[in-house]
């Protein structure tokens, strides 16, 4: 919520009547300057007031989505991990802050010591700086504690290189599936530091724009059964390319799959030099006569097919084909949320506990990428769907790994073939 501050026992104003309008309003002339004042002073005492987590801040009708609230959870989870393994505050770049809630929960929960809040339209600015002032004030002890911009994102990431301006953090909350700044944006982020990248480019990750996917990720995207996860796998594939390419590598920490949108995010960690290992950047096939899925490697091109005998495989690729989370990072989110009691391990209904715990799961470097739809293994089977955590069971005591999927709640993650999938799901309801 906005603060307000008393200048006499009769007045306030807002935070920003204490700060220049933006550029583009103070080329008109006084009397509309300050009719645009009471215009914004009058939204910002007018706005709707939100919370997250404890953090208070405010909206007016600049975009916002209450259900990107765990997303948020998760990276503010991992930016004070990331502090307390540095030893230090971090330097955090918000690329399309938009009202700034991300920043305000970087610098009141995250362990950020700086946070640079950037969004290309100027009217977000109001809204922005009365968020920040009101959790911080902009100096603090001599130092800097966060500042406002609004250029294009691509133009940001070239001043920042060009000034040696570098990041522990750069959170990058796009719409769309633009990919025009992944390489601009990992020339500032430090070695050892954190990208998180945002899509809601459903369309490319459902296999309905393979040209639009391949000129974006570098990836050629057909329809599978599990494109949400698809989509995943392009975005880290697309950024493993671009970090090649500048002569690092990356590997994802955790990729989180949200409904709304469709929303597909994942934070990366940029390490130094190039990793020549493609070993978990290949190709995914799937069968649609027999529902069989399967990884293929770049020496198995011209070979592929599926167990079944059918030549007619599905293909998708180039996709990160590894797991899509760092147990040791979600093992250690998980443990900071329990102590920051936004998870309970005796709640069956918390959200965010069942989400990192599903997470942990899906780490088992045997679980091959995508995932078997139950409702599709009961309809081969001509029999009503088993229970998700009994047909796990029966997989593990089988020896096979097998786990929930955070992106398909009524799905498993398995590399037990489609076939055997049948057969237990059949000896499970005889």
């Not at 503010?76 to 330097?91: F, K, N």
């Not at 920040?132 to 902009?138: C, I």
């Not at 899509?199 to 391949?214: M, V």
């Not at 799959?257 to 070993?279: A, E, Q, T």
Request: charged residues 20%.
């Amino acid at each position: 919520m906005s603060s307000l501050f008393l200048l006499t026992p009769h007045r306030t104003i807002s935070p920003l009547s204490l700060s220049p309008l933006p550029k583009s309003l103070q080329l008109l002339p006084p009397r509309c300057q300050i009719q645009a004042r009471s215009r914004v002073d009058a939204q910002l005492t007018t706005s709707t007031s939100e919370s997250e987590r404890g953090v208070e801040f405010t909206t007016g009708d600049l975009f916002y989505r209450r259900e990107s609230a765990s997303a948020r959870d998760l990276a503010v989870l991992l930016s004070s991990i990331a502090q307390r393994r540095l030893g230090r505050g971090l330097r955090v770049l918000d690329a399309m802050c938009g009202c700034g809630v991300r920043s305000v929960r970087y610098l009141s929960q995250g362990g950020a010591d700086f946070v640079w809040a950037n969004d290309a339209f100027e009217g977000c600015r109001p809204r922005i700086l009365a968020n920040l002032s009101s959790v911080t004030p902009r100096f603090s002890r001599d130092a800097r504690r966060w500042v406002i911009t609004h250029f294009h994102a691509n133009r940001l990431f070239c001043e920042c290189y060009l000034q040696k301006e570098f990041f522990d953090l750069v959170d990058i909350d796009s719409f769309g599936g633009d990919s025009s700044f992944l390489r601009s944006a990992l020339c500032v982020v430090k070695i050892g530091g954190f990208l998180y990248l945002t899509s809601t480019d459903g369309r490319s990750s459902g296999g309905h724009r393979p040209s639009r996917s391949l000129a974006s990720y570098g990836a050629y995207v057909q329809p599978m059964p599990f494109s949400n996860e698809v989509g995943l796998r392009m975005l880290i594939g697309g950024a493993m390319r671009e970090a090649s390419a500048l002569g690092y590598h990356i590997s994802p920490v955790f990729s989180y799959y949200s409904y709304h949108g469709p929303v597909f995010r994942v934070m990366l960690k940029l390490g130094k030099g190039k990793d020549d290992d493609i070993s978990q950047y290949g190709f995914i096939g799937h069968c649609n006569k027999c529902g069989h899925s399967q990884t293929f490697s770049w020496d198995e091109l011209g070979q592929i097919s599926c167990p079944c005998g059918n030549a007619k495989v599905l293909v998708s690729g180039p996709l990160w084909t590894g797991p899509l989370h760092s147990a040791e990072y979600v093992g250690e989110m998980l443990e900071l949320a329990r102590e920051w009691g936004w998870a309970y391990s005796n709640d069956k209904n918390d959200d965010l506990d069942r989400l990192l715990n599903v997470m942990i799961d899906e780490c088992d470097p045997q679980l091959p990428p995508g995932y078997i739809k139950v409702d599709e293994i009961a309809k081969q089977a001509k029999l009503n769907s088993p229970p998700i955590s009994t047909l796990i069971h029966a997989l593990k005591m089988e020896g096979y790994a097998a786990s929930r999927s955070h992106v398909e709640p009524n799905a498993i993650k398995t590399n037990c073939p489609m076939a055997s999938c049948i057969d237990f799901a059949m000896k499970i309801r005889t």
